[in-house]
Protein backbone atom coordinates (compact mmCIF):
# COMPACT_ATOMS: atom_id res chain seq x y z
CA UNK A 1 0.00 0.00 0.00
CA UNK A 2 1.03 3.00 -1.19
CA UNK A 3 0.28 6.15 0.83
CA UNK A 4 -0.25 10.07 -0.61
CA UNK A 5 -1.34 12.94 0.76
CA UNK A 6 -1.91 16.75 -0.18
CA UNK A 7 -3.42 19.99 0.93
CA UNK A 8 -6.51 21.40 -0.29
CA UNK A 9 -7.71 25.40 0.05
CA UNK A 10 -11.60 25.35 -0.10
CA UNK A 11 -12.93 28.86 -1.30
CA UNK A 12 -16.12 29.73 0.15
CA UNK A 13 -19.15 31.85 -1.41
CA UNK A 14 -19.31 33.49 1.36
CA UNK A 15 -17.60 34.57 5.16
CA UNK A 16 -17.92 31.97 6.83
CA UNK A 17 -18.75 33.00 10.62
CA UNK A 18 -19.95 31.09 13.85
CA UNK A 19 -20.62 31.83 17.48
CA UNK A 20 -17.69 30.77 18.65
CA UNK A 21 -15.34 32.67 15.90
CA UNK A 22 -14.15 35.02 13.38
CA UNK A 23 -15.20 34.78 10.15
CA UNK A 24 -13.15 33.24 7.04
CA UNK A 25 -13.72 32.75 3.40
CA UNK A 26 -11.07 29.61 3.56
CA UNK A 27 -10.92 26.33 5.33
CA UNK A 28 -8.15 24.39 4.81
CA UNK A 29 -8.14 20.49 4.34
CA UNK A 30 -6.30 17.06 3.60
CA UNK A 31 -6.67 15.20 0.95
CA UNK A 32 -5.69 11.45 1.08
CA UNK A 33 -4.85 8.82 -1.92
CA UNK A 34 -4.56 4.94 -0.58
CA UNK A 35 -2.83 2.93 -3.70
CA UNK A 36 -2.86 -0.74 -3.74
CA UNK A 37 -0.84 -3.03 -5.10
CA UNK A 38 -3.65 -3.97 -8.31
CA UNK A 39 -3.47 -0.02 -9.01
CA UNK A 40 -6.88 0.16 -6.85
CA UNK A 41 -6.93 4.29 -5.92
CA UNK A 42 -8.99 4.68 -2.60
CA UNK A 43 -9.63 8.33 -1.74
CA UNK A 44 -9.91 9.97 1.68
CA UNK A 45 -10.50 13.53 3.06
CA UNK A 46 -9.50 15.42 6.36
CA UNK A 47 -11.47 18.20 7.15
CA UNK A 48 -9.96 19.73 10.90
CA UNK A 49 -11.27 21.69 13.08
CA UNK A 50 -9.93 23.77 15.53
CA UNK A 51 -12.91 23.46 18.21
CA UNK A 52 -11.41 19.90 18.28
CA UNK A 53 -7.31 21.20 18.58
CA UNK A 54 -7.13 19.47 15.21
CA UNK A 55 -5.12 21.62 11.93
CA UNK A 56 -3.60 20.41 8.71
CA UNK A 57 -0.65 20.34 10.62
CA UNK A 58 -2.13 17.73 12.83
CA UNK A 59 -3.34 15.96 10.18
CA UNK A 60 0.02 15.98 8.19
CA UNK A 61 1.87 15.15 11.64
CA UNK A 62 -0.47 12.24 11.61
CA UNK A 63 -0.05 11.11 8.35
CA UNK A 64 3.62 11.04 8.67
CA UNK A 65 3.63 8.19 11.79
CA UNK A 66 1.53 6.20 9.63
CA UNK A 67 3.30 3.17 8.33
CA UNK A 68 1.14 1.97 4.83
CA UNK A 69 1.83 -1.05 5.72
CA UNK A 70 0.01 -1.37 8.43
CA UNK A 71 -3.02 -0.86 6.04
CA UNK A 72 -4.96 -3.20 4.19
CA UNK A 73 -8.23 -2.65 1.51
CA UNK A 74 -9.02 -6.06 2.52
CA UNK A 75 -8.97 -5.84 6.13
CA UNK A 76 -10.59 -2.31 6.95
CA UNK A 77 -11.33 -2.40 10.88
CA UNK A 78 -7.99 -4.12 11.34
CA UNK A 79 -6.29 -0.82 9.72
CA UNK A 80 -8.28 1.10 12.05
CA UNK A 81 -7.27 -0.78 15.29
CA UNK A 82 -3.63 -0.36 13.73
CA UNK A 83 -4.66 3.65 13.52
CA UNK A 84 -5.36 3.82 17.06
CA UNK A 85 -1.84 2.17 18.36
CA UNK A 86 -0.23 5.76 16.52
CA UNK A 87 -2.86 8.09 18.63
CA UNK A 88 -6.14 7.92 20.14
CA UNK A 89 -7.04 11.36 19.22
CA UNK A 90 -6.93 12.86 15.15
CA UNK A 91 -10.11 11.95 14.05
CA UNK A 92 -9.94 13.97 11.34
CA UNK A 93 -6.89 12.43 10.04
CA UNK A 94 -8.22 9.05 11.01
CA UNK A 95 -11.30 9.27 8.92
CA UNK A 96 -9.60 10.58 6.03
CA UNK A 97 -7.82 6.84 6.26
CA UNK A 98 -10.91 5.08 6.75
CA UNK A 99 -12.59 6.94 4.08
CA UNK A 100 -9.83 5.69 1.61
CA UNK A 101 -9.98 2.65 2.86
CA UNK A 102 -13.69 1.65 2.38
CA UNK A 103 -13.56 3.61 -1.26
CA UNK A 104 -10.61 1.17 -2.00
CA UNK A 105 -12.35 -2.19 -0.51
CA UNK A 106 -15.97 -1.54 -1.83
CA UNK A 107 -13.76 -0.61 -5.39
CA UNK A 108 -12.56 -4.11 -5.31
CA UNK A 109 -15.42 -5.44 -4.86
CA UNK A 110 -17.58 -3.63 -7.50
CA UNK A 111 -20.03 -2.15 -5.15
CA UNK A 112 -20.50 1.65 -3.64
CA UNK A 113 -19.97 2.06 -0.37
CA UNK A 114 -23.67 2.16 0.88
CA UNK A 115 -24.02 -1.16 -0.61
CA UNK A 116 -20.40 -2.75 0.87
CA UNK A 117 -21.76 -2.13 4.12
CA UNK A 118 -25.10 -3.43 3.48
CA UNK A 119 -27.03 -0.34 3.64
CA UNK A 120 -29.46 1.11 0.71
CA UNK A 121 -29.65 4.62 -1.02
CA UNK A 122 -32.85 6.19 -2.28
CA UNK A 123 -31.90 9.08 -4.86
CA UNK A 124 -33.29 11.82 -4.02
CA UNK A 125 -35.46 10.52 -0.99
CA UNK A 126 -33.02 12.19 1.93
CA UNK A 127 -32.63 16.07 1.80
CA UNK A 128 -30.01 18.28 2.97
CA UNK A 129 -30.69 21.55 4.67
CA UNK A 130 -28.57 24.62 3.39
CA UNK A 131 -26.64 26.96 6.20
CA UNK A 132 -26.79 30.32 6.62
CA UNK A 133 -24.00 31.57 8.59
CA UNK A 134 -23.68 34.28 11.23
CA UNK A 135 -23.74 38.23 8.91
CA UNK A 136 -24.78 41.17 9.04
CA UNK A 137 -29.05 41.42 8.44
CA UNK A 138 -28.52 42.95 4.65
CA UNK A 139 -26.12 39.59 4.19
CA UNK A 140 -28.47 37.00 5.68
CA UNK A 141 -31.09 38.37 2.84
CA UNK A 142 -28.88 38.18 0.22
CA UNK A 143 -27.63 34.49 1.44
CA UNK A 144 -31.01 33.54 1.66
CA UNK A 145 -32.27 34.79 -1.50
CA UNK A 146 -29.36 32.42 -2.98
CA UNK A 147 -30.53 29.55 -0.88
CA UNK A 148 -34.15 29.44 -2.42
CA UNK A 149 -33.49 26.47 -4.57
CA UNK A 150 -33.19 24.63 -1.13
CA UNK A 151 -36.14 23.53 1.13
CA UNK A 152 -34.86 23.60 4.29
CA UNK A 153 -32.17 26.43 5.85
CA UNK A 154 -30.14 25.66 9.14
CA UNK A 155 -29.31 29.44 10.37
CA UNK A 156 -26.39 29.74 12.69
CA UNK A 157 -27.12 31.45 15.63
CA UNK A 158 -25.30 31.99 19.42
CA UNK A 159 -24.36 35.94 19.29
CA UNK A 160 -26.04 39.05 20.69
CA UNK A 161 -27.67 39.86 16.70
CA UNK A 162 -29.84 36.50 16.90
CA UNK A 163 -33.10 38.37 16.85
CA UNK A 164 -32.25 40.63 13.79
CA UNK A 165 -30.68 37.69 11.84
CA UNK A 166 -33.61 35.85 11.85
CA UNK A 167 -36.10 38.17 11.85
CA UNK A 168 -33.86 39.45 7.82
CA UNK A 169 -34.39 35.75 7.36
CA UNK A 170 -37.70 35.64 7.40
CA UNK A 171 -38.35 38.70 5.56
CA UNK A 172 -36.71 36.55 2.83
CA UNK A 173 -38.45 33.09 3.20
CA UNK A 174 -41.03 33.81 5.88
CA UNK A 175 -42.10 29.80 6.09
CA UNK A 176 -39.44 28.17 5.00
CA UNK A 177 -38.88 25.18 7.25
CA UNK A 178 -35.55 25.84 9.22
CA UNK A 179 -33.11 24.13 11.98
CA UNK A 180 -31.10 26.44 14.56
CA UNK A 181 -27.61 25.82 14.87
CA UNK A 182 -26.26 27.69 18.22
CA UNK A 183 -23.10 26.26 18.34
CA UNK A 184 -22.58 26.55 22.34
CA UNK A 185 -23.39 30.26 21.90
CA UNK A 186 -26.12 30.11 24.91
CA UNK A 187 -24.05 29.94 27.93
CA UNK A 188 -26.53 29.55 30.57
CA UNK A 189 -29.87 27.04 30.32
CA UNK A 190 -31.66 29.92 31.55
CA UNK A 191 -30.41 32.09 28.08
CA UNK A 192 -31.16 28.62 26.27
CA UNK A 193 -34.31 27.98 27.19
CA UNK A 194 -35.38 31.56 26.69
CA UNK A 195 -34.25 31.33 23.39
CA UNK A 196 -35.77 28.03 22.32
CA UNK A 197 -38.88 30.03 23.56
CA UNK A 198 -38.82 32.56 21.30
CA UNK A 199 -37.83 30.26 17.76
CA UNK A 200 -40.58 28.07 19.31
CA UNK A 201 -43.06 31.38 18.20
CA UNK A 202 -41.76 31.19 14.53
CA UNK A 203 -43.81 28.40 13.90
CA UNK A 204 -41.38 26.75 11.64
CA UNK A 205 -38.32 25.83 13.51
CA UNK A 206 -37.52 22.19 13.91
CA UNK A 207 -35.08 21.92 16.53
CA UNK A 208 -32.33 23.58 18.44
CA UNK A 209 -28.88 22.26 17.81
CA UNK A 210 -26.27 22.61 20.75
CA UNK A 211 -27.23 25.56 22.69
CA UNK A 212 -25.20 25.28 25.46
CA UNK A 213 -21.22 24.32 25.59
CA UNK A 214 -20.87 21.06 25.80
CA UNK A 215 -18.81 21.21 29.26
CA UNK A 216 -22.27 22.09 30.61
CA UNK A 217 -23.51 19.69 33.00
CA UNK A 218 -25.73 16.53 32.41
CA UNK A 219 -27.80 18.42 35.11
CA UNK A 220 -27.99 21.39 32.89
CA UNK A 221 -29.09 19.67 30.14
CA UNK A 222 -31.62 17.10 31.58
CA UNK A 223 -33.10 20.74 33.03
CA UNK A 224 -33.30 21.98 29.33
CA UNK A 225 -34.77 18.96 27.96
CA UNK A 226 -37.62 18.49 29.89
CA UNK A 227 -38.95 22.59 29.63
CA UNK A 228 -37.68 23.25 25.94
CA UNK A 229 -40.68 23.34 23.61
CA UNK A 230 -38.60 22.73 20.92
CA UNK A 231 -36.45 19.04 20.34
CA UNK A 232 -32.88 19.58 21.59
CA UNK A 233 -29.79 17.84 19.51
CA UNK A 234 -26.53 17.28 20.45
CA UNK A 235 -23.41 17.73 18.24
CA UNK A 236 -20.02 18.99 20.08
CA UNK A 237 -21.63 16.82 23.08
CA UNK A 238 -21.80 13.56 20.79
CA UNK A 239 -19.00 12.01 19.11
CA UNK A 240 -18.79 8.16 19.28
CA UNK A 241 -21.37 5.23 19.84
CA UNK A 242 -20.25 5.49 23.44
CA UNK A 243 -21.78 8.71 24.12
CA UNK A 244 -25.11 7.46 23.11
CA UNK A 245 -26.11 6.41 26.70
CA UNK A 246 -25.76 9.62 28.43
CA UNK A 247 -26.72 11.66 25.29
CA UNK A 248 -30.13 9.94 25.67
CA UNK A 249 -30.56 11.37 29.08
CA UNK A 250 -29.88 15.32 27.55
CA UNK A 251 -31.01 15.65 24.16
CA UNK A 252 -33.79 14.47 21.50
CA UNK A 253 -31.29 13.96 18.94
CA UNK A 254 -27.68 14.13 18.14
CA UNK A 255 -25.84 15.26 15.05
CA UNK A 256 -22.97 13.38 13.98
CA UNK A 257 -20.10 14.13 11.80
CA UNK A 258 -17.78 11.62 10.20
CA UNK A 259 -15.03 13.68 10.92
CA UNK A 260 -15.51 13.83 14.96
CA UNK A 261 -16.24 9.66 14.75
CA UNK A 262 -13.05 8.92 12.53
CA UNK A 263 -14.54 8.01 9.67
CA UNK A 264 -17.73 6.23 8.06
CA UNK A 265 -17.00 2.92 10.24
CA UNK A 266 -17.12 4.56 13.08
CA UNK A 267 -20.32 6.96 11.89
CA UNK A 268 -22.28 4.00 11.25
CA UNK A 269 -21.86 2.85 15.13
CA UNK A 270 -22.62 6.12 16.20
CA UNK A 271 -25.76 6.81 14.16
CA UNK A 272 -26.72 2.74 14.72
CA UNK A 273 -26.55 3.35 19.15
CA UNK A 274 -28.20 6.72 18.75
CA UNK A 275 -31.26 4.99 17.07
CA UNK A 276 -30.97 2.10 19.09
CA UNK A 277 -31.05 4.78 22.43
CA UNK A 278 -34.20 5.89 20.77
CA UNK A 279 -32.78 9.17 19.65
CA UNK A 280 -33.27 11.07 16.24
CA UNK A 281 -30.31 11.16 13.89
CA UNK A 282 -28.87 13.84 12.10
CA UNK A 283 -25.75 13.82 9.51
CA UNK A 284 -23.46 17.06 9.79
CA UNK A 285 -20.45 17.91 7.74
CA UNK A 286 -17.51 21.06 8.13
CA UNK A 287 -16.21 22.91 5.01
CA UNK A 288 -15.41 20.24 3.01
CA UNK A 289 -15.15 19.03 -0.40
CA UNK A 290 -17.40 16.14 -2.05
CA UNK A 291 -14.71 13.47 -1.07
CA UNK A 292 -16.40 14.00 2.95
CA UNK A 293 -19.73 14.57 1.80
CA UNK A 294 -20.40 11.75 -0.85
CA UNK A 295 -18.99 9.30 1.96
CA UNK A 296 -21.62 10.78 4.89
CA UNK A 297 -24.22 10.69 1.98
CA UNK A 298 -23.69 6.62 1.76
CA UNK A 299 -25.08 6.57 5.83
CA UNK A 300 -27.94 8.33 4.84
CA UNK A 301 -30.65 5.51 5.20
CA UNK A 302 -29.70 5.97 8.74
CA UNK A 303 -30.60 9.25 9.42
CA UNK A 304 -33.78 11.26 10.01
CA UNK A 305 -31.82 14.55 8.89
CA UNK A 306 -29.01 16.13 6.81
CA UNK A 307 -26.84 18.51 6.72
CA UNK A 308 -24.36 17.54 3.73
CA UNK A 309 -24.17 20.99 2.40
CA UNK A 310 -20.08 21.49 2.94
CA UNK A 311 -19.38 21.29 -1.20
CA UNK A 312 -22.27 23.37 -1.88
CA UNK A 313 -21.00 26.13 0.20
CA UNK A 314 -17.38 26.30 -1.58
CA UNK A 315 -16.70 27.44 -5.22
CA UNK A 316 -13.63 25.25 -5.40
CA UNK A 317 -15.01 21.84 -5.36
CA UNK A 318 -11.97 19.36 -6.96
CA UNK A 319 -13.99 16.60 -6.92
CA UNK A 320 -17.82 15.28 -8.36
CA UNK A 321 -20.00 12.72 -6.90
CA UNK A 322 -22.92 13.06 -4.82
CA UNK A 323 -25.10 16.17 -5.88
CA UNK A 324 -28.29 17.94 -3.62
CA UNK A 325 -29.95 20.05 -6.42
CA UNK A 326 -33.18 21.30 -4.67
CA UNK A 327 -31.45 19.83 -1.27
CA UNK A 328 -32.15 15.99 -2.85
CA UNK A 329 -29.14 13.86 -2.65
CA UNK A 330 -28.45 11.76 -6.03
CA UNK A 331 -25.73 9.92 -7.35
CA UNK A 332 -26.94 10.09 -10.70
CA UNK A 333 -24.69 12.01 -12.44
CA UNK A 334 -21.58 10.75 -10.61
CA UNK A 335 -19.29 9.02 -13.07
CA UNK A 336 -17.72 6.85 -10.52
CA UNK A 337 -20.30 3.73 -9.91
CA UNK A 338 -18.19 1.97 -7.22
CA UNK A 339 -16.84 2.93 -3.71
CA UNK A 340 -17.53 6.35 -2.50
CA UNK A 341 -18.26 7.38 -6.32
CA UNK A 342 -16.23 10.49 -5.95
CA UNK A 343 -13.57 11.14 -8.75
CA UNK A 344 -11.61 14.35 -9.80
CA UNK A 345 -12.85 16.46 -11.81
Given amino acids: MKLNYRRLDLQLAHIWTLARGAGTTLCKAVVVELTGADGTVGLGEAAPNSRYKESVDTVQAFLEKVDARGLSFNDVEGSMTYLDTVSPHDMSAKCALNLALLDGAAKRANKPVH ?30 LEAEPYPVLKVKLGVADDKANLQALREVAPAKTLRVDANEGWKTKEQALEMAEWLAKDGHVEFVEQP ?13 KQRSPLPIFGDESYHLAADAAQAVECFHGVNVKLVKTGGVSAGLEALQAARKAGLKTMLGCMIESSI ?20 ILITNDPYVGVTAEKGGLSFATAPEKFGLRVCAR
Fill in 292 to 311: LISAAAHLAELCDYLDLDGN
Fill in 212 to 224: MPATASVKDWVWL
Fill in 115 to 144: EFLGLGFRENHHVTSFTIGIDKPDMIRKKV
